[in-house]
């Protein structure tokens, strides 16, 4: 099993949508999760972070996070082709900070 | 100024050579890291240094050595590259909080 698992995809949604991507993890003692952004032939950036069981809303973003069941997901309302990218779920096990990512979701928003 | 660079962006070589690919951060963070993203997308740990000292070295064959002159540069040299090694090495900067990714160095070998 892996450390964190997401669905590769690709998750297409048309424009305006609700776009819902999803991650599990297999280390009950995780303390913090993320989710990056990578356009292709980019580098990861930094969407949201969630540390908390519930939602966290950020503008068109919300994370919500279940630690009974080690699920984080990503909602992003009114979807735009410029979200269409691989989303990244990320785990802090809180050791020595490491980050352990998923293989992520490639999502395209359809015009 | 860009928080965390990385140099070269595109490294191509050929089998046996040893490359270094050096990275700086101007965040002011303790913690430095070198990740490895292969074909599939799949971001994966090689090292972490905490104000020089290493305090994380995933199982990565001992070819791949990195080195801190201060917490502000982790660089990572590669010796004797194998076909296997070429993918996408970013270095990032950071805390359990989240990390801010350099641009990447794509390294191919041929």
């Known amino acids: 099993q892996k450390e964190v698992e997401q669905n590769s995809g690709p998750l297409s949604v048309p424009e305006g949508a609700i776009a819902s991507l999803n991650c599990t993890y297999s280390?009950?003692?995780?303390?913090?999760f993320f989710w990056y952004r990578q356009y292709s032939g980019k580098s990861p950036e930094l969407i949201m972070s969630i540390y908390s069981n519930g939602d966290k809303e950020d503008g068109r973003f919300t994370a919500q996070l279940n630690k009974a069941s080690q699920y984080v997901s990503l909602l992003i309302r009114d979807s735009q082709p410029s979200d269409s990218a691989t989303y990244l779920c990320?785990?802090?096990?809180?050791?020595?900070?490491?980050?352990?990512f998923g293989g992520g979701t490639r999502l395209m928003v359809k015009p | 100024d860009t928080a965390v660079s990385q140099t070269p962006k595109y490294l191509v070589t050929q089998m046996g050579n040893d490359k270094s690919i050096k990275c700086e951060q101007n965040?002011?963070?303790?913690?430095m890291y070198w990740y490895k993203q292969d074909s599939k997308k799949f971001l994966k740990i090689m090292f972490s240094y905490n104000n020089k000292e290493l305090i994380i070295n995933e199982t990565v064959p001992n070819r791949f050595s990195p080195k801190s002159p201060d917490k502000a540069h982790l660089n990572l040299h590669i010796n004797s590259l194998e076909l296997g090694d070429s993918a996408v090495y970013f270095c990032a900067a950071g805390t359990g909080s989240g990390y801010t990714f350099g641009s990447g160095t794509r390294l191919t070998v041929v």
């Open positions: 965040l002011g963070h303790d913690t």
């Open positions: 990320a785990v802090n096990k809180n050791a020595g900070n490491m980050l352990t």
């Open positions: 280390d009950r003692g995780s303390q913090s």
